[in-house]
């Protein structure tokens, strides 16, 4: 392939634009808030599952609290109205006072567990109800903290997309200085190493920093100054420049 030697000091220019594309999108990539935000996303999703899973405790002793309060209320009923009988003086057997006695001694007995079993709910269902609070609270922390640092990225991706769309800008122009086979051959090459040409300083090629042997370099000194010529261990586009000394 041939080309003329302005149009291959052209693809210096445009594999320095490109090394600082590359630069950029590895910038974007590897934001550090990209990696903190992922963290706390991760830990939002934890405290979410463990949020539910103390609501739904929380829940459970509410209902459980409510039927045992409903017990409570049915002993103390029944223990009212056992009570108010006796008090009337309508038992006068003493069979059945004796047994309507006991039944009220059993009903006191009876309340009085199930107001503990009641106090007992009450303390669960306390801590339960604390236990959501703190997580609700941490995970609205947590939001807020993700918050900001998805607008510091935002910010830094506006950044870094701006300086995107200049160097782009750059690129376009060189793009056009340049035939279409031999930057088709630079972009295949870019594609494959990274860095599709670079420049020939002395017996050194700069794009793997290898010294080329001295067959190679009497080789390129007799190629004409139009002559595409790649780097023999790396394969890219080699272009001479004044600095070559060729």
């Known amino acids: 392939m041939k080309a003329a030697p302005a149009a291959q000091k052209r693809l210096l220019d445009l ?3 490109d090394a600082a594309l590359d630069r950029l999108a590895h910038r974007r990539r590897t ?22 899973a103390a609501e739904t405790e929380a829940s459970d002793l509410a209902r459980e609290q409510v039927k045992a309060e ?3 209320d049915s002993v103390r009923i029944r223990a009212e109205r056992d009570q108010k009988r006796l008090d009337s003086g309508q038992v006068s057997s003493p069979k059945d006072l004796a047994s309507l006695q006991s039944e009220i001694a059993s009903l006191t007995r009876r309340q009085s567990d199930l107001e503990e079993v009641v106090l007992e709910i009450m303390e669960r269902r ?6 959501v609070t703190k997580l609700v609270a941490e995970r ?15 910010a830094a991706f506006a950044e870094i997309d701006k300086e995107g ?6 690129r376009a122009g060189v793009v056009s200085d340049i035939p279409a086979d031999l ?10 190493f990274g860095v599709g ?15 080329l042997s001295i067959a190679e370099i009497n080789r390129i000194k007799a190629a004409s100054h139009d002559e595409v010529i790649r780097c023999e261990e790396c394969r890219r586009i080699l272009v001479r420049t004044p600095e070559s000394g060729l």
């Open 126 to 131: 306390e801590a339960a109800d604390e236990q």
């Open 70 to 72: 409903a017990d409570v």
């Open 31 to 52: 934001l550090p808030e990209l990696a903190e935000i992922d963290e706390i996303s991760a830990r939002v999703a934890r405290l979410a599952t463990q949020t539910i």
């Open 15 to 17: 594999a320095e634009l």
């Open 197 to 211: 040409a670079a420049m020939l300083q002395g017996t050194r090629c700069l794009g793997c920093r290898t010294s």
């Open 140 to 154: 609205d922390q947590l939001t807020a903290t993700r918050d900001l640092a998805e607008d510091r990225r935002d």
């Open 183 to 192: 930057l088709g051959l630079y972009g295949k090459l870019k594609e494959q």
């Open 165 to 170: 769309a200049e160097v782009q800008g750059k």
